[in-house]
């Protein structure tokens, strides 16, 4: 039978990228240069793709520093993306969810999970071209052109039938103007029925109580649409998975605090990539599983992936990483010795965030309920700008950060409003200077590569003399 | 002897320094060919000071045309070369301002002239000697006259463009509808200034601030910009326009 996901070529094109990356770490080839003539025979798809793929981004992904947790990563992405597959075979009811609300609970529940954002970031990260002829799609079909790529992608995915439409959407009111309005978008379109958990403005404990009255709400909608009850085993066997991954996660957290940081800045995109599917699978586990290791093996080592010589500046990204560009923190490490902290959105902070109890069906649906009120960017958009600036502040502080980056889409507007308080208190507590500059997530055309690295690199030179 | 060599987009800006001393200073046209420009910043050292080329121990270049040229120097980081040309200038400096022909730059200014924080102004050419360039043609005057012009201003005018193309249009719309070009003129500083401003406030600049770059070469904007950031001012001691060139020959000392 043909794959079902082999007809939406935003999926099979994810697919094919995770084999090619496998693949391409199986031969051994450490560079470029090397790897092409290692590949063994490709399928025409395969081969098409490797013409597109952007050669920064397959050269980073080549080096020692991060080749084994790119292919851990991928076989990650591989698994969901079989498990999605498999679930599309079975006729299961597919749920397309904002990742702020992690996929557990579809699973028990016998529904199919797909967050097709996340899938955004892989073809971004990956090709030259990436979305852009999504992105455009998208713009010809109403969304609007001044939102974030990561929603405008997949708006163009379904325009043009390269993504499968949901059953139903579920998303968190928070974190992001343009998130809400794809959703919405969507909806308004294609008639999708979508289930809103309304974020609430402040941050505290009835806040959250609230917040866990809408998460139960949904979950109730949900058994009503597609009459289906929560698999307690199921679900503990997939926050016992994801409560792991959050174990190296934390572990990481901590290791990052060394000097030098061991743990390289590529990653934190795949971080976000992997919390995004958190329970999803296995794989995902030992994504992060290796990550830890390898960084626990460096610091025990003194061993350091910065060049040898390099003097490291440590750096706090306040806002996202760019995913078009994901390189470009192997490309800073290796110029600059600019290694990357953490940043506001894939930081989860142990002391808050914590475990989830896996006691009863009951424990997890508030302990899931609490790490979706807490996870990035939706931690960050609500309450008062103290949180996140506070947040932004302590990270530059315990990691003892000697630059601050903010890089936002013009539609991240909660973002941009705290931008200037954050850099300002990140010089008054801790001497750091910041870059801040203007980027679209997804769209290369916005601010190009060779700008962004003229920026950076003016930004990372001011360190050097 | 250190050179110290700012490669603007229009001019390029030169200084030969010795033991923190000014001893020379050139300014040639860039066109386009930061090479060709170096070499006649050579010609003039020689032909106007008697300076050869070969005296010169160290050569530091920042500006535009900094990674296009083939002669062996240092690259000097933009935002150091004015921080440490500022605290040269000015030894108490705890900021800078330099505004050149593309770009406004605002800085703020540690102990040992180490740089703070600094804020570049946006896409716009509004803040930037480009900006004067358009308005000044439009209103049929050259760049150094308008500071004379403007000072002649009787009643207040507001521009409603900030952006040079949409003002530019602006302009010659007011000039339509009679208004006195004085007043025209005056309304297109204090939008300039409007701008700096802000981006001062970005770097939360504090007095004394080191003012550079050839847009401060202009009394009338020095004045209106005074007038609005109310902190303590300096410009620059040699010509404004040579802060990124003596910073780069600082660093060139430094060996960096």
Do not use: R
């Given at each position: 039978m043909t794959p079902m996901i082999e007809q939406y070529e935003y999926l099979r094109r994810t697919d094919a990228l995770c084999d090619l990356l496998i693949g391409a770490i199986d031969t051994g080839a450490m560079t470029l240069e090397e790897l092409f003539p290692a590949l063994p025979p490709l399928p025409e798809y395969h081969m098409q793709l490797i013409n597109e793929a952007n050669p920064e981004f397959i050269a980073a992904v080549l080096k020692p520093k991060n080749r084994k947790v790119v292919q851990a990563h991928a076989m990650g992405v591989k698994q969901y993306l079989a498990d999605l597959e498999q679930g599309m075979q079975e006729g299961k009811p597919m749920v397309g969810y904002f990742p702020s609300i992690t996929p557990e609970l579809f699973y028990s529940m016998g529904l199919n999970p797909l967050s097709v954002e996340t899938m955004s970031v892989y073809i971004a990260a990956a090709f030259d071209k990436g979305i852009e002829a999504e992105l455009d799609e998208s713009e010809a079909a109403g969304f609007p052109g001044h939102a974030c790529g990561i929603q405008r992608g997949p708006f163009g995915a379904y325009a043009k039938g390269a993504a499968p439409m949901a059953d139903v959407f579920v998303k968190c009111s928070a974190p992001c103007d343009s998130s809400n309005m794809f959703y919405q978008y969507t909806l308004d379109k294609y008639k999708v029925p979508l289930l809103l958990v309304d974020a609430p403005y402040h941050s505290d404990e009835r806040a959250f109580e609230f917040f866990l009255d809408e998460f139960k709400q949904m979950l109730k909608d949900l058994e009503e649409m597609f009459d289906c009850k929560i698999d307690e085993d199921d679900l503990r066997k997939r926050v016992t998975m994801g409560n792991e991954q959050l174990s190296h996660l934390y572990a990481l957290q901590k290791l990052r605090r060394q000097k030098p940081n061991p743990d390289p800045g590529m990653h934190r995109a795949l971080d976000f990539g992997s919390l995004s599917v958190a329970g999803s699978n296995q794989q995902h586990v030992d994504y992060m599983k290796l990550c830890h290791e390898e960084a626990r093996q460096r610091v025990e080592n003194n061993q350091s992936f910065l060049p040898e010589g390099k003097k490291e500046i440590r750096t706090v990204w306040t806002w996202g990483f760019t995913p078009h560009m994901i390189f470009i923190y192997d490309w800073l490490e290796e110029q600059y010795g600019a290694t990357y902290l953490e940043c506001a959105t894939s930081t989860l902070p142990e002391e808050i965030v914590g475990y989830v109890d896996t006691t009863d069906v009951d424990s997890m649906i508030r302990g899931l309920a609490w790490r979706s009120f807490n996870f990035p960017m939706q931690r960050t958009v609500m309450s008062f700008s103290d949180v996140y600036v506070n947040d932004m502040v302590k990270i530059a502080k315990d990691y003892d950060a000697d630059a601050a980056v903010y890089s936002g889409n013009q539609s991240c507007r909660h973002a941009w409003a705290a931008a200037k308080r954050i850099s300002d208190a990140i010089m008054d507590e801790t001497d750091a200077r910041s870059l801040t500059w203007e980027t679209d997530f997804i769209d290369k055309r916005f601010t190009s590569h060779a700008a962004t690295k003229a920026l950076l690199g003016e930004f990372f030179t001011t360190f050097e003399q | 002897m250190l050179l110290g060599c700012d490669i603007g987009t229009a001019a390029t800006k030169a200084v030969l320094i010795k033991d923190d001393k000014l001893l020379h200073k050139v300014k040639v046209a860039t066109n386009a060919n930061p090479d060709d420009a170096l070499q006649r910043v050579h010609a003039a050292f020689a032909s106007e000071a008697g300076i050869s080329a070969t005296v010169i121990e160290q050569t530091a270049i920042t500006g535009w045309g900094q990674q296009k040229v083939s002669a062996q120097h240092i690259n000097a980081n933009h935002m150091n070369c004015l921080a440490k040309a500022a605290v040269w200038s000015e030894p108490s400096a705890r900021s800078a301002l330099c505004l050149g022909a593309q770009q406004g730059i605002a800085l703020s200014i540690g102990k040992e002239a180490r740089l703070l924080d600094y804020r570049v102004s946006d896409k716009c050419a509004n803040g930037a000697g480009k900006f004067l360039d358009v308005i000044s043609e439009a209103l049929g005057c050259t760049v150094e006259e308008t500071a004379a012009i403007a000072e002649l201003s009787t009643n207040d005018l507001s521009m409603s463009s900030q952006c040079a193309v949409f003002a530019e249009s602006e302009v010659v719309s007011l000039v339509n509808a009679g208004e006195p070009v004085p007043d025209i003129m005056e309304a297109i500083f204090r939008s300039l200034i409007k701008n700096v401003a802000t981006l001062c406030k970005r770097v939360r600049v504090k007095g004394p601030l080191v003012l550079g770059g050839g847009l401060m070469n202009n009394h009338r904007l020095v004045a209106i910009l005074n007038d609005s950031i109310k902190t303590e001012t300096a410009v620059?001691?040699?010509?404004?326009?040579?802060m990124a060139a003596v910073g780069a020959a600082l660093l060139a000392k430094r060996g960096n």
């Open positions: - | 620059f001691a040699q010509d404004p326009d040579y």
